[in-house]
């Protein structure tokens, strides 16, 4: 399924980096589109939102 978060501190590719980390340390296979305009982020992943908002929190970033 795709999660969409917005992630409001995402300012740049090394923000965008560091949050594809956190993603794929809980899924491997994540696709993850990143907008750091918008500061949407699109997931593909079989994870569950909660679980994704942890890892991105626990990453230094906040979740609007
Ligand atoms: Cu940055």
Redesign the pocket.
């Known amino acids: 399924m795709q999660i969409e978060l917005t992630v409001s501190d995402?300012?740049?590719?090394?923000?965008?980096q560091?949050i594809s980390d956190a993603v794929r340390g809980l899924d491997s296979t994540a696709q993850i589109d990143a907008d750091t305009t918008t500061k949407l982020v699109k997931i593909e992943t079989d994870r569950d939102r909660g679980e994704l908002e942890k890892a991105i929190a626990a990453a230094g970033y906040t979740i609007a």
Do not use: F, I
């Open positions: 995402m300012a740049c590719g090394a923000c965008v560091a």
